[in-house]
């Protein structure tokens, strides 16, 4: 079992950038990896990003591929996604997730544990 918090959104102007932070309790997170998603209104969520056990290999949606980068600190049981050039588009609530699978999916389904969500609003 782990639990997941996600920290660092809130209300930026496009172009600007943001971090966010994924806290885990509970089981190591390197005993899973890690994935970021993100639903924005009316709309069903997505795939952002995602990143191995190890930190070693990290997988993108076209849409923020250049612009995001996810990254993990497992001595501090943290996941990151840095988001740079952020876009109106870019809006949404932006969750973090687990998954005991080895190969990393991009399908929500395929992760075990989520966290609440974290808001990220960017402005025009």
């Known amino acids: 079992q782990v639990q997941l918090v996600e920290s660092g959104g809130g209300l930026v102007q496009a172009g600007d950038s943001v971090r966010l932070s994924c806290a885990a309790s509970?089981?190591?997170?390197?005993?899973?990896?890690m994935g970021w998603f993100r639903q924005a209104p009316g709309k069903v969520r997505e795939f952002v990003s995602a990143i191995n056990r190890s930190g070693g290999n990290t997988y993108y949606a076209d849409s923020v591929k250049g612009r995001f980068t996810i990254s993990r600190d497992n001595d501090k049981n943290t996941v990151f996604l840095q988001m740079n050039s952020l876009k109106p588009e870019d809006t949404a609530v932006y969750y973090c997730?687990?998954?005991?699978?080895?190969?990393?999916?991009?399908?929500?389904?395929?992760?075990?544990?989520w966290g609440q969500g974290t808001q990220v609003t960017v402005s025009s």
């Open positions: 509970g089981r190591t997170s390197s005993s899973y990896a």
């Open positions: 997730a687990a998954t005991s699978r080895v190969l990393v999916p991009r399908l929500e389904t395929s992760y075990d544990y």
